[in-house]
């Protein structure tokens, strides 16, 4: 297992509580980091078992499309531990796949609320904690999505590619100012998004995965790991870039 050293870190992550948001704030806790964590949702199971972990860990719950709700989790940050070293803006939803026309207003505005509005707010916060330091990195996560067409994904595809191209220009403003800013593009991994999607049927997602040169899916500690990466110093010298994780899928 990779062994990253977070000790004395403040990491933010939204979209916590399950998938990839949990796994990355599992490998920050175990690589010393203390976190602060956002998510719609509270998994009762994932919190006590931080307790019992004696993680140094402060929960939100709460919908990262309401300001309210996300000013009080960076104040809470800044309360509980008066710095912020790492952002994971993680938090997204799939939307609701179908063909464009059948597409309602309602549903993109939904998508793009979330995984384009909310986020551009938490990277505003973000950047409010991290630059009278002058120092800090964010890891904003997108898809492969964002660097391909999915047929019958609009919305969802629409707003990954906003976050990729958000990650360039935010990355060409901040980085003179100690900020580094990069997007993570994962493939398919197995989170709950992922069974939602599938419908629970692993089968229906065979051809995606054949297409993946390794031939299997991503596990979130892997997506995980890439994120630690992209927090630490020795790879400060990648800067806006968004860095497929998909098992060769974006190869062909
Ligand atoms: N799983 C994949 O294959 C995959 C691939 C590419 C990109 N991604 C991206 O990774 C991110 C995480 O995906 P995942 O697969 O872990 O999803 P998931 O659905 O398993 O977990 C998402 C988490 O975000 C939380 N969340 C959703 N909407 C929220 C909101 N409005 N406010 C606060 N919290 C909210 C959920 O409660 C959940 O805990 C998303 O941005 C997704 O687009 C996932």
Redesign the pocket.
Known sequence: MLSFDFKNKVVAI??????????TAWAFVRSGAQVAL????E?QGFLEELKQQNASFIFTK????DVQ?QQGFFDSIQARFGRLDVSFL?????GVPGPFLESTRKDWTRTLD??LE?LREGVRLSLEAMLPQKQGALVL?????GLRGFAYSSA?VAS?HAVVGLTKCLAMEFAAQGIQINA??????????????SGGDMEALAPMIARKAIGR??Q?EE?AHLVQYLSCPESAFIVGQAIAIDGGYTLG
């Not at 956002?38 to 949702?41: H, K, N, P, V």
């Not at 709460?62 to 499309?65: A, E, F, M, N």
């Not at 993570?184 to 999607?197: A, S, W």
Request: with cysteine; glycine share 14%.
């Open positions: 939204t979209g916590a509580s399950y998938g990839i948001g949990q796994a956002l998510d719609l949702e998994n709460g919908d990262i499309r709700v993680n938090a997204g939803i799939e979330i995984n909310a996560n997108a898809s492969i999505a969802y990954k993570v593009c994962p493939g398919l991994i197995q989170t709950p998004m992922i069974d939602r999607f899916i991503g979130a997506v």
